[in-house]
C-alpha cells in the first residue's frame, strides 16, 4: 500500500499502460542513434540491455500473440508513435517495419526526455521512475471499460520499499546500473546463479538469495525456480519458488485474478525444503512459462 501511495506521488507520465506517454515533442526528435555522437557509453549500454527489445524480444512477442491487449504496448514501448506502428501493423509485432521506432523499446526518451527537453528533470534519474514501470496492478474489463485491480501483478518497487524498510540503502541504481545503461536481470545466467545461495544436509536444503533487493524471482508472474532430485531413475520436482494466481469469483459473479501462493524468497530469509528419502542428484531450474524456455541453474551436483 505504502508503495502505491508513493507511486502515486511521483508522476513521470505512465499510466500502467492506461494512456502513452506524452514527452511533449514528436519521437523522431529523440531518437536513441541522435544521443550516441555525445553519449557513446550510455548508448551503447542500453543497446545490449532488455529494455531495448522490451517490444520485440521472443518472449514478449510470444506473450504478446496471446494476449494482444493495447495496454502492453503503452508499457513495453510507452511513446504515442511505438503505440501507432503497433496499430497499424495490426498488432502483428512480426511486421513492424525494420526501420520502426518500436525497435527501441524502452528508450533514452521514455526515460530522459519531458515538456521537449532531452536533459533537464533529476528526478528522472531516480528510482521512482523505475518503480513507475516495476509495479503495476491487473486490468480487467468492467461494463466494457478497462479499469485497473488492486491486485499487484508487478510489485518489485514495494518490495524494495520493504527492503530499505530493514535498513539497506541500495537502490535500482545501484545495483543495476553499476555497469552503466546495460541493466541486467532474469536473463543474465551469470547474475541468477550468483543471487542463490544453497545449501544442503542429507535431509534438507536451504535456498536463499544473495544481493537481491527484493523477491527472487520478482517481476514478470509467469518466471519461478523448481528444485527437483533424481530419486533411482526418476527426478521429482520436491519445490516451486514463484508467485501463482488464480480466478476468483467476484460477489457479483465476475471473476478476479487473485494471488493463491508466493513462495519466492524474501532477501535473508533462507526456505527450508525437505529432501525425500533416497534422493541422489538435484538440480534447480530457473524457467520462463510464456514460451517454455529455462535456464539451468545447477546441475546434477551430488548428494552428501
Ligand atoms: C551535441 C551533444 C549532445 C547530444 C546530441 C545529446 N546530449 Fe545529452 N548531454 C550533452 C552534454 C554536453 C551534457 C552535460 C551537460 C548538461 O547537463 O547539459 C549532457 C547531459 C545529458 C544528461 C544528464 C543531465 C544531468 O542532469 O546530469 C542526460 C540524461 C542526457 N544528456 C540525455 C541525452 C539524450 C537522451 C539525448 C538524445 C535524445 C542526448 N542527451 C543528446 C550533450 C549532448
Ligand atoms: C530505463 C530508463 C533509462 C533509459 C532507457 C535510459 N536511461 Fe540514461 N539514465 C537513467 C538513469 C536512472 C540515470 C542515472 C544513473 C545514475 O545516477 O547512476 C541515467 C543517466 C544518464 C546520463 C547521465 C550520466 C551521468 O554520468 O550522470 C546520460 C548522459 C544518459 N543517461 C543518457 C542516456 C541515453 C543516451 C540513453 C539511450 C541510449 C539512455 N540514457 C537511456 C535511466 C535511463
Ligand atoms: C517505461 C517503463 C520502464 C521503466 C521506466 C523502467 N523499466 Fe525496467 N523494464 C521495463 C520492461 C517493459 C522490461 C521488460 C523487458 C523484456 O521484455 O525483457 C524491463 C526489464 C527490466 C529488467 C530485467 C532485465 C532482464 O534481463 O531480465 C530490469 C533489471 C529492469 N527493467 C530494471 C529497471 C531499472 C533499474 C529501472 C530504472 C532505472 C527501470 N527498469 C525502468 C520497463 C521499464
Ligand atoms: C541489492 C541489489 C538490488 C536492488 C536494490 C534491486 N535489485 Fe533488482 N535484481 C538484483 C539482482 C541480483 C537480480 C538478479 C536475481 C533476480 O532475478 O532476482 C535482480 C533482478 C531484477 C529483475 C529481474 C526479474 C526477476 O524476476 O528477478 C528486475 C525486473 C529488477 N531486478 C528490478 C529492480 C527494480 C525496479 C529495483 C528497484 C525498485 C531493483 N531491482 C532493486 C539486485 C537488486
Ligand atoms: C504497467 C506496465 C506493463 C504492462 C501494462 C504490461 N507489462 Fe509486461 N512487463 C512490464 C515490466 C516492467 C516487465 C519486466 C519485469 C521483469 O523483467 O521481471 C514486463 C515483463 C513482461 C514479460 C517478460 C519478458 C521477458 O523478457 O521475460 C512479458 C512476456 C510481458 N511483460 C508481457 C506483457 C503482456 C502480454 C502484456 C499485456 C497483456 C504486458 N506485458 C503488460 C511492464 C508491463
Known sequence: MYGVLLLLAAD???SSGVR????????ADFVASSCADCHEAEYAGWRA?????????RIFVAGFAAESEARCVRCHAPLPEQFAEVMAANRDLTKLPAAALGHEGVTCATCHVRDGEAHGNDALKSDALCGSCHEFAF???KRGRLVLTDTPIQSTYSQWLEYGATGRTDSCISCHMNGGHDIRGAHDVELLRRSLDVRIDRERMWLASRGVGHRFPTGDVFRHLTVEVRVGDEWIEIARIGRR?????????????RLVEDTSL????????????????????????????????????GLP
Open 245 to 257: 494466481y488464480a480466478p476468483a469469483e467476484n460477489r457479483d459473479g465476475t471473476y478476479s485474478m
Open 266 to 301: 524474501a532477501p535473508d530469509v533462507p526456505r527450508s525444503i525437505e529432501i525425500p528419502a533416497g534422493a541422489t542428484e538435484y538440480r534447480i531450474h530457473y524457467r520462463y512459462d510464456e514460451d517454455g524456455s529455462e535456464a539451468v541453474l545447477v546441475v546434477r551436483a
Open 12 to 14: 513521470f507520465g505512465f
Open 139 to 141: 486490468h480487467e474489463k
Open 20 to 27: 502513452t506517454l506524452d514527452i511533449g515533442a514528436p519521437a
Open 49 to 57: 540491455s532488455r529494455h531495448r527489445a522490451s517490444l520485440t524480444n
